[in-house]
């Protein structure tokens, strides 16, 4: 009777733990990037002027992030009002210019000769949005002015719904 309970004790075990078993990786996502990159950081203007600081990262039904919420003006989080962009508006720039999400094309063609064909040759960059900060040359930037966004409809966290409301 004991041995029959601990084993029907045992089988529930292992059938609630089964249940909520996750499911794990043995690596990160190749393409994948850490929200760190982009939460609390401060955002510029491609002349490096301050905009604001991003205070939330607002992902779509699937998981995958839509929008940023950025926190502009006020001093010390008073008076800041908090503006929704998308999330592709903000990049990630470098010092000697380049950003991501921009790809460059350039193409150069030989003189023709008399028999061969000319010939061109294609060389193609990416940059890699998904690329780290580490570098102490990239910031965050839009392409956007501290006034414009001041401009931007404000929204509200609503700690109740969980989600972010027009401003009253």
Known sequence: MK???????????????????ATTMTAPPSDGVSVAMYYKATVYDP???KIGEIDDVILDKSGKVAALVVGVGGFLGIGEKDVIVPFEAVKVMHRDGSHKNTTTTTTTANPPAANPPATTQ???????????MTNSDAWLAMDETKDSL???????YDRSSMTWKAAK
Not at 150 to 156: D, I, L, R, T, Y
């Open 122 to 132: 294609t060389t193609t960059t990416t940059v890699n949005r998904n690329a780290t």
């Open 3 to 21: 041995s029959s309970l601990f084993a029907g004790g045992l089988l529930a075990i292992a059938l609630s733990t089964s249940a909520f078993a």
């Open 150 to 156: 001041k401009a931007a409809p404000g929204f509200s």
């Open 47 to 49: 002349k490096e002027n």
